[in-house]
C-alpha cells in the first residue's frame, strides 16, 4: 500500500506542477493580450509640429494624449485651459505658453473632424454586422 500510496503523491505532484505551468502560460498569453491592446493607436498620439515635445513634457506627465486629442477648441478656450492646468501644476515655461497654445489651436481646433475613439475588434465585428443586417433584402 505503501508503493500505491508514494504513486500516488508523484502523480498528485506532477498534476499539480502542469496546472501551475498552465496557469503560468495562461498568465503569459493574458499579459502579451492586454499589452498588444494597451498599445496606442495613431489616434491617440499628438501630432507633429513644433511644440510637440513641449506639450508632451507639460501635459502627458498627468494624463494620455488621447484626453487632448479628443477636444475641438478655440484658441480662446485652449487659453483658458493652458491656464487652467498651468495653475493645476502643469510645468510650463512661460515662454513656450504662447507656442502650445497655437499648436493646440491647430491642431484641435474647432474647424477640426471630430475625434473617433479607436474601436476594438469587437466594436469593429458589431459594426460590420449591423452594416450586412441592413443590406439583406
Not at 501551475?20 to 491617440?44: G, K, T
Not at 509640429?49 to 475641438?72: M, N, S, W
Not at 491656464?83 to 477640426?112: C, H, Q
Amino acid at each position: 500500500m505503501s508503493r500505491n500510496m508514494s504513486l500516488n503523491r508523484c502523480l498528485l505532484s506532477r498534476s499539480v506542477a502542469n496546472a501551475i505551468r498552465a496557469f503560468r502560460v495562461c498568465a503569459l498569453l493574458l499579459c502579451a493580450a492586454l499589452a498588444a491592446r494597451a498599445q496606442s493607436s495613431p489616434n491617440e498620439h499628438l501630432p507633429a509640429g513644433d511644440a510637440k515635445e513641449k506639450a508632451e513634457a507639460a501635459c502627458l506627465t498627468c494624463h494620455e494624449a488621447r484626453i487632448i486629442v479628443q477636444q475641438r477648441l478655440t484658441k480662446a478656450a485652449w487659453t483658458k485651459e493652458m491656464d487652467k492646468m498651468v495653475k493645476w501644476g502643469a510645468e510650463v515655461d512661460p515662454k513656450d505658453r504662447d507656442a502650445l497654445i497655437d499648436y493646440f489651436s491647430a491642431n484641435f481646433g474647432t474647424d477640426k473632424s471630430l475625434y473617433e475613439a479607436p474601436k476594438t475588434k469587437i466594436e469593429s465585428k458589431n459594426v460590420e454586422s449591423k452594416t450586412k443586417t441592413k443590406s439583406k433584402p
